[in-house]
C-alpha cells in the first residue's frame, strides 16, 4: 500500500507534461545539461551578433578586427633565417617554433622574400599588399591548422565520451570545438589548441592497459608541455597514481622535447637560456591588471571593486605572490581530491598562477570532458564544479570593451573563488571522514 506523501508525489508528477514525465531522468544527465546550455548560449551570441550586424564581434573576438589569426602568422616570420630567440624573442618554446618552422617550409620564398625581421614593420604590413593573409599559401595552411586540429579535438572527446557510455558523445564533441575557449584560440591562431589536443590525448591513455597507447599519452604530455609549458602540471595526475616510472619517463620526453628542437635553428642549445630569460623579462601589460584572467587578477579585482566604493588603491598592489600560493594550493589539493576530474579542474586553475589570455580557457576542456564521462548525474557534490567549468567553456555574449570592462573576467573571478571555497570543503570534509572511519576501525 503506497504512503500519502508517495501518493501526492506521483499526483504531483502526473500533472507535469507528457514530455517531462518521459524524458525527466534527461535533466539529471551532465552531458544533456552541456549540450542544452551549450545550445542556449550559441543561439544568444548568434542573436548578438546579427542584431549588430557584426559588431558585436570585436569585443567577443580580439578587438582589432584586422588581426585574426595573428599568433599564427606572426609565428611563422619569427622563425625566418632561424633566429626566434635572438631577432624576434618570441615567447613560444624551442618546440612551436620548430612546429612553425615545419610551416615556413610550405610558403613560397617570392612570398617570404618580402617579409621583415622587425616586429613593428611586420605588424604595419596588416592591410597592405604584403600581410600575410593575402597571401593564397599562408592562409591555406592556417585553414589547414583550424581544421586538423579542430577535428583532432573532435575526435578525441567523441571516442572518450563513448567509451564511457555516453550515447551523445557526437553531439558533446560538436558541443566541445563549439566553446569559448576553442573559438578564442582558433580566432588568435594560437597554438594552445593543439597543446589542449595533446593534454585531452594524455588523459585518455595515461592509465592504459595498452603499452603502446600508454607511452603515446606520455609522450603527448610532453609534447604539450614543448609547445605551451603548464600542460606539464599535468603530470601530477601520474604522480597521483603513484606512477613513478611512467613519471620518470614523462620528464625525460619532456626534456627532449625541450632540448631536441633547438638544433633546428642557428641558436643551437643558447636558445634554452635565451627563451628563459626572455619570459623572466617579460611582464604583465595589462595597465588594468582586473581584467586579465589570472589567479591573482581575480584578487586584483576584489581590490577594484573596494576602490570603487571606498576610493582607496589597493588595486595599484601586485598579487603575483597572492597568485601563486592559490595555484600550488590547488597543484597539492589535485594530489588529494577523490576523483580525476576534481584533481584535473585543480590543475587547470593552478596554470592560472599567471595571467593568460582568453584562448586558455580551450585547456578547460580537459577537466569537462574526464566529468562528463565519469558523472551519471547531478549530486550535491558535483553541482558547484560543474557550473565552474561552464564559466570556462560557454560561449556566452559577455562582451567586452578592451582595457575598460570584461563581463567575463569578472565572473570567471567569482568561479575562481567559489571553487577555492568548495576545494577546501571537500578536503576538510573528507579528512573528517577519514578520521572517522578510522577511529571506528579502531575501537572494532
Given amino acids: 500500500m503506497k504512503t500519502g506523501q508517495e501518493a501526492s508525489k506521483k499526483h504531483v508528477f502526473s500533472k507535469q507534461p507528457a514530455f517531462f514525465r518521459r524524458y525527466e531522468y534527461l535533466w539529471k544527465k551532465p552531458s544533456f545539461a552541456f549540450m542544452l546550455l551549450m545550445l542556449i548560449s550559441l543561439f544568444a551570441l548568434a542573436a548578438v551578433f546579427l542584431f549588430t550586424r557584426g559588431n558585436a564581434m570585436e569585443h567577443f573576438w580580439f578587438y582589432s578586427t584586422i588581426d585574426t589569426g595573428m599568433d599564427f602568422f606572426h609565428s611563422i616570420e619569427y622563425v625566418r633565417g632561424r633566429w626566434p630567440y635572438k631577432i624576434f624573442e618570441t615567447l613560444y618554446p624551442p618546440l612551436a617554433n620548430l612546429f612553425f618552422l615545419f610551416i615556413y617550409a610550405f610558403i613560397p620564398e617570392s612570398v617570404t622574400e618580402n617579409w621583415t625581421y622587425d616586429f613593428t614593420e611586420s605588424v604595419n604590413m596588416r592591410q597592405t599588399a604584403y600581410d600575410l593573409r593575402t597571401y593564397q599559401s599562408c592562409f591555406m595552411m592556417f585553414l589547414f591548422f583550424v581544421i586538423l586540429v579542430t577535428f583532432m579535438l573532435a575526435i578525441l572527446v567523441s571516442r572518450y565520451l563513448r567509451k564511457k557510455g555516453i550515447r551523445s558523445a557526437g553531439a558533446c564533441a560538436l558541443g566541445f570545438v563549439l566553446s569559448y575557449g576553442v573559438l578564442q584560440a582558433l580566432e588568435r591562431g594560437n597554438i594552445v589548441i593543439l597543446a589542449a589536443g595533446f593534454s585531452l590525448l594524455f588523459v585518455s591513455f595515461y592509465r592504459s592497459d595498452n603499452k603502446i597507447l600508454k607511452e603515446l599519452a606520455l609522450i603527448s604530455l610532453a609534447a604539450a608541455a614543448g609547445l605551451k609549458v603548464y600542460p606539464c602540471l599535468l603530470g601530477v595526475l601520474i604522480l597521483k597514481e603513484k606512477d613513478f616510472s611512467a613519471a620518470i619517463r614523462t620528464v625525460l620526453y619532456g626534456i627532449a622535447a625541450f632540448i631536441l628542437p633547438c638544433f633546428a635553428f642557428r641558436e643551437g642549445l643558447e636558445a634554452i637560456p635565451m627563451w628563459l630569460t626572455i619570459l623572466i623579462n617579460h611582464t604583465n601589460s595589462l595597465e588594468e591588471p582586473w581584467l586579465g584572467i589570472g589567479i591573482s587578477n581575480a584578487f586584483a579585482d576584489g581590490a577594484h571593486l573596494i576602490d570603487m566604493i571606498f576610493g582607496s588603491s589597493l588595486a ?88 575598460v570592462s570584461n563581463a567575463r573576467s569578472s565572473v570567471f573571478h567569482i568561479a575562481i573563488l567559489i571553487f577555492l571555497i568548495w576545494s577546501i570543503t571537500d578536503l576538510a570534509k573528507n579528512g573528517l571522514k577519514e578520521g572517522q572511519e578510522r577511529h571506528s576501525w579502531n575501537r572494532v
Avoid: H
Fill in 316 to 403: 595599484d598592489s601586485s598579487f603575483g605572490i597572492a597568485g601563486i600560493v592559490v595555484a600550488v594550493f590547488f597543484l597539492i589539493s589535485s594530489l588529494f581530491l577523490k576523483k580525476t576530474w576534481m584533481s584535473a579542474l585543480a590543475i587547470t586553475f593552478a596554470m592560472l598562477f599567471q595571467d593568460q589570455g582568453s584562448y586558455f580557457f580551450c585547456m578547460a576542456l580537459i577537466p569537462l570532458m574526464l566529468f562528463l564521462g565519469e558523472e551519471k548525474e547531478f549530486t550535491r557534490e558535483n553541482s558547484i564544479p560543474f557550473l565552474v567549468m561552464m564559466t570556462m567553456t560557454l560561449p556566452l555574449p559577455l562582451l567586452y570593451t578592451y582595457n
